[in-house]
């Protein structure tokens, strides 16, 4: 998850001193923060990440400085049926479990940060177990122990320098997607029409095999050129892409998935195509259709969760 990013960054920065990471390991009802969002704790005190977006910081920052004076890792549940609920913060309903644990011996072994990182830089995934029992970390997923996945950031390949793509590329940006933009032709890509955006002027089939598209990445075409969009789509479905979506009418879908199964993919490749794109809110105009975009890629990416 995004959030996660930030903490791993810190990890590796502070590497050397004496940390405690807070991890949510459990929830029920209105939690505010899922399984495995992460909170590491400095000992002078700084911290990074949330565990419940605030409502019960205060108190698991005074375990983690139990935990950084020596006391080993240890569960603490927080909800509306403790008789200091109000205090900590959880009135709403919800209650989590946190696992409060040292970096390092009897914890989360500080190298473990680095190989996310690493295999994240590939765009690969890790999953992590941890014994609640001992509180101890390792690679791998170990049956009857929490598993933690942390996957790559999440990024979007987006296929054609269009109107659409300048309103997708800052809805992307606002929701922790990081845009890519992929465009042959050189008079529409241009940093004064995606300013601060990655710009990849490679023929899209070229460009989507370099990025290493993954299952937290999604390619979107939208420049109506089948000379641009089709080797995009065709190379996305060679991959593990997390969601695959296509602009244009259902004629033009449909006419899309007859050259596609003429290249000799399969109709249940081409079933992982959302065409035409998006999720149906009625959109009119290049930004609303960008937004129903956004909001079927964030539903694809959930939904491979």
């Keep these: 998850m ?3 990013e930030a903490v791993i960054r810190k990890a590796i920065e502070w590497r050397g001193a004496r940390l405690a990471l807070a991890t949510v390991v459990s929830t029920w009802g209105s939690a505010p923060r899922p399984r495995g969002s992460h909170m590491i704790v400095h000992e002078d005190g700084r911290f990074e990440g949330s565990i419940s977006g605030g409502c019960v910081e205060t108190d698991v920052l005074q375990r983690a400085v139990e935990v950084l ?28 479990d946190v696992l409060v644990q040292p970096v390092g011996d009897g914890g989360f072994p500080a190298a473990l940060f680095d190989r996310i990182a ?28 929490f598993l933690n996945r942390y996957d790559p950031p999440r ?17 992307a940006q606002a929701i922790g997607v990081t845009p890519v933009i992929i465009d042959p032709r050189g008079r529409f890509l ?11 002027d490679r023929w899209p089939d070229e460009a989507i095999a370099a990025h ?35 602009l244009g009418s259902r004629k033009s879908h449909a006419a899309r998935l007859e050259r596609l199964a003429a290249m000799g993919f399969t109709p249940g490749e081409l079933a992982r195509i959302d065409g035409p794109a998006g999720l149906d809110i009625g959109a009119v105009g290049a930004a609303e259709i960008a937004l129903s975009i956004a909001a ?9 969760r």
């Excluded at 004076?69 to 989590?96: K, M, N």
């Excluded at 295999?119 to 049956?143: H, Y």
């Excluded at 241009?190 to 990849?200: H, I, K, N, Y």
């Design 2 to 4: 995004k959030d996660n």
């Design 69 to 96: 004076a020596g006391r080993p890792a240890h569960l603490e549940r927080y909800g509306v049926a403790d008789g200091d609920a109000w205090a900590v913060g959880l009135p709403c309903g919800g209650e989590i």
């Design 118 to 145: 690493a295999e994240s830089g590939q765009g690969r995934a890790l999953t992590l177990s941890t014994d609640l029992a001992s509180g101890i970390t390792r690679e791998g997923a170990i049956e009857g122990q």
């Design 155 to 171: 990024r979007v390949l987006i296929v054609g320098a269009v109107q659409i793509a300048q309103s997708l590329s800052a809805l």
């Design 190 to 200: 241009t940093e004064e029409r995606f300013p601060g955006v990655v710009l990849d």
């Design 212 to 246: 290493r598209s993954g299952e937290s990445t999604a390619v979107v075409t939208l420049s109506h050129d089948i000379k641009i969009d089709d080797p995009a789509l065709a190379a996305a479905l060679r991959a593990p892409t997390g969601y695959i979506a296509a």
């Design 296 to 304: 079927g890629m964030i539903a694809g990416f959930n939904a491979r």
